[in-house]
């Protein structure tokens, strides 16, 4: 029986213009349910790469034991690809189609190898996922965002390989596929490695695996485990760092003591040779000795003075290098409490006219959760307050300054640099302190002036908040769409204190509850295929 491993041995890897991702990670992979984190830009997804075969180490090994299946952060479907293509078995299907048209080839063979009954296993695998709808032949480019990573997921749960790797598999799914991607998930019985910010997914985890600029590090535990353990080893860390400082610094004040003493008893023992008239050789030989001993504690002193310093190094070379991510909240401002919004008789494009229309009225500093499963028009809410779309019927009124930010972060020019385009809409604030809340985002002197189509998923929405949150007029009403999706960790828990510090009124669409329940909302909004639901938090729901 094969053993299931991927081991890194002194594994490197740098970019082609020389920059260092990272170097000489040691570590080891099994069957263990792991989750991977880490800061947005540090080479999760380059590491993944990595270890599936897709990318070669600059440095190092990458050992592998068992077969391997990994599903990339962005599913990609170009016009030409087929569902069956984006499961990733439509070699396998085009293979028995020849077979069954009197094929004998042995490539086609070899092909199919044992799966004479894949056809039958991805239809009932899509119909078991909620996705009989749809055509093996269908293109991919037709589904949502949503639907392509749940066949493509179902193309990882067909493959069956010895380890499972997923990168961001929940950033597009509702909640309902998040819930039965967790339970399918639970039942997987081999090697798991997941690259996730979704905290709910890793609470499930046994183990949690962070990848930082100090190497990787395994925390025998779930999400809560590593937080906690996290924050205590960070807090330890600082704290040696502050006592060996602390410590350096009463050494060099008792070696400027010693060093005092000792020329003063240097000093006075000349003063005293001179007053006793001894003979000029015996002078000259006690002012060798004494230039001898002071040389002899000049050198104990600046071995002393190497040693403390050395010791300082060694506790700050265990502290992780990174940046506090901090988001500025909008300066503060007569935010209006009048009515923000209002929907009247409002029919959304592209839902069925059978769902019926909307009556609502959003007030001035409400913090309103937009929630549902896909493709029931949450986006489409949005594009319509924002003004991108026109309504089928109705009206939509919004009285108040919008700014609205999707999930492609679409508002960024992809050929710009961030802090060119950061300037367009702020222009009463010096350049020195844009560039300042840019670097506090983790977009340094480079990243800011880079085209941000360069940027990873998660530093281009950084960016694209900052240009709607650091506008020269802030909004009155925000309207977010899955804003977290490709934030790290720490991005995340800044976004949500700045939306909770924010005062103006709030829209966001999310499926990441842990992410909802902490931006003290007042009202939810529920979308569904039969109508739609409104009520306060802590209300059960009332039909409308």
Not at 265 to 273: L, S, V
Not at 346 to 355: C, E, K, N, Q
Not at 429 to 440: D, F, G, K, P
Request: hydrophobic share 40%.
């Amino acid at each position: 029986m094969t053993r299931t491993y991927l081991t890194l041995d002194s594994v490197s890897f740098s970019l082609p213009d020389g920059r260092v991702v990272f170097s000489d990670l040691c570590f080891e992979f099994d069957q263990q349910a792991t989750g991977l984190v880490g800061r947005n830009g540090v080479g999760k997804s380059v590491l993944a790469r990595l270890l599936c075969g897709q990318l070669e180490p600059t440095s190092g090994r990458c050992l592998r034991g068992g077969s391997i299946h990994y599903l990339a952060q962005q599913v990609q479907h170009p016009a030409t690809l087929s569902v069956a293509g984006l499961a990733g078995i439509e070699p396998a299907l085009q293979a028995l189609q020849r077979i069954e048209a009197g094929s004998v080839e042995p490539a086609d063979f070899d092909t199919v190898g044992d799966r004479w009954d894949i056809r039958r296993r991805l239809q009932a695998e899509l119909l078991a996922q909620g996705l009989g709808h749809l055509s093996l032949h269908q293109r991919a480019s037709e589904l949502s965002g949503g639907e392509a990573m749940r066949v493509a997921l179902v193309g990882a749960w067909i493959a069956a390989p010895d380890l499972l790797i997923l990168d961001e598999p929940t950033n597009h799914l509702d909640r309902a596929s998040r819930q039965q991607f967790m339970e399918q998930l639970s039942l997987w019985p081999k090697g798991l490695l997941v690259i996730s910010h979704d905290r709910q997914l890793l609470q499930r985890m046994s183990r949690i695996v962070e990848l930082s600029s100090l190497g990787l590090r395994s925390y025998g535990g779930n999400y809560e485990f590593y937080d906690q353990t996290r924050a205590q080893d960070s807090e330890n860390v600082a704290r040696q760092l502050q006592q060996r400082k602390h410590e350096r610094k009463q050494g060099e004040l008792e070696l400027a003591r010693q060093r005092e003493r000792h020329e003063r008893r240097t000093a006075k023992g000349n003063k005293n040779a001179r007053e006793a008239n001894q003979a000029p050789i015996l002078l000259g030989r006690r002012k060798e000795q004494s230039e001898n001993s002071l040389g002899k504690s000049r050198t104990r002193e600046t071995q002393a003075r190497e040693q403390l310093n050395l010791r300082v190094r060694q506790a700050a070379q265990q502290v992780e290098e990174e940046v506090a991510i901090r988001l500025y909240a909008p300066p503060e401002q007569r935010f209006t409490r009048r009515t923000a919004a209002r929907l009247q008789a409002l029919l959304m494009p592209f839902r069925p006219a059978r769902v019926g229309t909307i009556d609502l009225t959003i007030e001035g500093g409400q913090r309103i959760g937009i929630i549902g499963d896909n493709g029931v028009g949450k986006s489409t809410l949005l594009k319509v307050l924002a003004g991108h779309l026109q309504p089928l019927s109705g009206e939509c009124s919004v009285q108040v300054p919008v700014a609205w930010l999707d999930q492609q972060s679409s508002i960024l020019d992809p050929r710009t640099s961030v802090l060119e385009q950061l300037l367009r809409v702020n222009r009463s604030v010096r350049e020195s302190e844009l560039r300042t809340r840019l670097a506090h985002l983790d977009l340094d002197a480079v990243k800011m002036l880079q085209p941000t189509a360069s940027l990873s998923g998660g530093e281009r929405l950084k960016a694209a908040m900052a240009c709607v949150l650091y506008a020269e007029e802030p909004a009155q009403l925000l309207l977010l769409d899955e804003p977290g999706n490709h934030l790290d960790l720490t991005s995340l828990r800044a976004l949500e204190s700045m939306l909770v510090q924010y005062e103006g009124t709030l829209m966001i669409v999310s499926h990441d509850e842990t992410f909802l329940e902490r931006l003290q909302l007042s009202h939810y909004l529920h979308l569904r295929n039969d109508g739609w639901t409104w009520r306060a938090v802590g209300e059960h729901l009332d039909k409308q």
